[in-house]
T-cell receptor
Framework: AQSVTQLGSHVSVSEGALVLLRCNYS??????LFWYVQYPNQGLQLLLK??????LVKGINGFEAEFKKSETSFHLTKPSAHMSDAAEYFC?????????????FGKGTKLSVKP | DGGITQSPKYLFRKEGQNVTLSCEQN?????MYWYRQDPGQGLRLIYY???????QKGDIAEGYSVSREKKESFPLTVTSAQKNPTAFYLC??????????FGEGSWLTVV
């Protein structure tokens, strides 16, 4: 069975500092991996996804993530935090077979950005 | 604009009532999903549908029902059997590239 673990339910950084949100997954087959962002009272917006090919994936708003198979990780980073990055972030994994395509989500990490 | 529209944004349910949340998409996606979100618990899958006139239970289907009579529409009914329905509900659909896109969500509160 697939699962996702996000380390840290809350992360706080200063504006301009590095953002690092951690995600580890468990999957018996090579997975598809996703990061979503959620602003208060809104739906989830896709930040980036890894399906195949290059393991360093660039997304919107300056975020990127690296798929490390040996570590079963897909950590999200941004070199310099902005106040507008304050939101909740969800890592998700999907069965690569695509027969269902359902996403298994982590419990989320709430990012706070201090001025 | 293409997208997923959920309505209403806020809904209140009295004890013993059934309520229905609407979800419409104009993305021409075959697969659609309903998730429930509770604080600190991430998203949990209620029901999903891969194609019209077919749907399957997710992880927490008890107390919920769905229908899929049209490709564009996937309404969710929260029945009186759902004992703790207060939550944020998210509808989603899946593209042919296996990416899931979400609507803006609906808040359901029991009064």
């Amino acid at each position: 069975a697939q699962s996702v673990t996000q380390l840290g339910s809350h992360v706080s950084v200063s504006e301009g500092a590095l953002v690092l949100l951690r995600c580890n997954y468990s999957s018996s087959v090579p997975p598809y991996l996703f990061w979503y962002v959620q602003y208060p009272n809104q739906g989830l917006q896709l930040l980036l996804k890894y399906t195949t090919g290059a393991t360093l994936v660039k997304g919107i708003n300056g975020f990127e993530a690296e798929f490390k198979k040996s570590e079963t990780s897909f950590h999200l980073t941004k070199p310099s935090a902005h106040m507008s990055d304050a939101a909740e972030y969800f890592c998700a994994v999907s069965d690569r077979s695509g027969s269902q395509g359902n996403l298994i989500f982590g419990k989320g990490t709430k990012l706070s950005v201090k001025p | 604009d293409g997208g997923i529209t959920q309505s209403p944004k806020y809904l209140f349910r009295k004890e013993g009532q059934n309520v229905t949340l609407s979800c419409e998409q104009n993305l021409n996606h075959d697969a659609m999903y309903w998730y429930r979100q509770d604080p600190g618990q991430g998203l949990r899958l209620i029901y999903y549908s891969q194609i019209v006139n077919d749907f399957q239970k997710g992880d927490i289907a008890e107390g919920y029902s769905v229908s899929r009579e049209k490709k564009e529409s996937f309404p969710l009914t929260v029945t009186s059997a759902q004992k703790n329905p207060t939550a944020f509900y998210l509808c989603a659909s899946r593209s042919y590239g296996n990416t899931i896109y979400f609507g803006e969500g609906s808040w359901l509160t029991v009064v």
